[in-house]
């Protein structure tokens, strides 16, 4: 329960809830169940203000408040009592972010026939106040830990750069990381629709990429000036959801200006921020007025630097490219 410096009951504080629009999962459609949102690790996090019924009345970070949330498709509706942990409070102690563990929603309530959660709501019920907030799942754009990204001093892996590092981009030479937005995903039953696609070694030609790439479906490959996400090149072949990793560390690199930067020597993406900038689970480590710049719509790297397709003449090509280049047994296999 959140801590109280004067021993108050935590009813003392302003009670008032929200419904959530429920976003569908990466790649899938608007009809989630109950499995589906286990398997791509839902996760219910948001940020709101409350009104303590005492000036002693204090939330901290890490402090475990106990919740309802009540998933309604419409038609059913499903009622858990779950903790959600305090992951920030600001300076006046009027807003706080919160989050509840994505492996523990639905907990001793797993189902593959339940509710249709895709056009649903489900609603948050706090004993402080929640004022707004969202549930994300994860359709960022992003690399998995083990990704070599080229630096001025060479590939490093993306887990071991820092801000301030230097990448090489495709035209404007090196430029600084200014953030590394992070994130990690566990489930024990592994992902399904929401899994990172791998990109195996040679997918695009010789040594391209050098050593197999796992991103994130929405991760945009760079092909005849254009950003293609992953997810439009799947073949099953040497582009496939890999559905064995149930441990996923997610990191995208942040610069001035949204840019094509290279991983295993193939050209790819570097972050252009939106709502996602409030995923990551270090939100609070990006500078705050770059933050507060991408927040209000004004800062540079929000303009992508090439436009960004899913079908099309290169879309195309860059399908006939993998066909072309994937092993001759496993040619026509089916799309995974």
Not at 22 to 43: L, Q, R, T
Not at 273 to 300: H, K, M, V, Y
């Amino acid at each position: 329960m959140a801590k109280n410096n004067d021993d108050h009951d935590d009813h003392s504080m302003a009670i008032t809830y929200t419904s959530i629009t429920i976003k569908s999962v990466a790649g899938g459609d608007n009809s989630i169940s109950k499995n589906e949102a286990i398997k791509n690790g839902f996760k219910l996090r948001g940020e709101g203000s409350f009104v303590t019924g005492n000036e002693n009345d204090i939330l901290e970070k890490e402090d475990e408040i106990a919740v309802t949330v009540t998933w309604s498709d419409g038609v059913h509706t499903f009622i858990q009592n779950i903790d959600a942990v305090v992951d920030s409070v600001n300076e006046n102690k009027s807003t706080f972010k919160w989050h509840i563990d994505e492996n523990k929603t639905f907990e001793n309530n797993y189902t593959s026939a339940g509710l249709n959660l895709g056009e649903g709501t489900v609603t948050v019920t706090f004993p402080g106040s929640i004022s707004s907030s969202k549930i994300y799942n994860y359709d960022h754009a992003c690399f998995l830990r083990s990704t070599r990204i080229l630096t001025r001093h060479g590939y490093c892996p993306v887990e071991e750069l820092t801000v301030g590092d230097e990448v090489r981009t495709l035209n404007s030479g090196w430029q600084p990381l200014r953030w590394i937005g992070y994130q990690r995903i566990t489930t024990p039953f592994g992902l399904a629709k929401g899994a990172p696609v791998r990109i195996t070694a040679g997918a695009f030609g010789p040594a391209l990429p050098e050593r197999d790439v796992c991103v994130s479906q929405e991760h945009a490959i760079f092909f005849r000036n254009q950003l293609i996400p992953a997810r439009y090149l799947i073949n099953g072949v040497t582009m496939f959801r890999d559905t064995r990793i149930k441990d996923i560390e997610y990191f995208h690199l942040l610069l001035d200006r949204h840019a094509v930067i290279f991983s295993e020597g193939l050209a790819t993406e570097s972050y252009v921020p939106c709502e996602n900038i409030e995923w990551f689970d270090n939100t609070s480590e990006c500078p705050q007025a770059l933050l507060n710049a991408i927040r209000g719509g004004s800062a540079e790297c929000l303009i992508e630097c090439y436009p960004r397709k899913t079908t099309g003449p290169a879309v195309e090509a860059a399908r006939a490219l993998l066909a072309r280049f994937a092993p001759a047994d496993a040619k026509g296999c089916a799309v995974g």
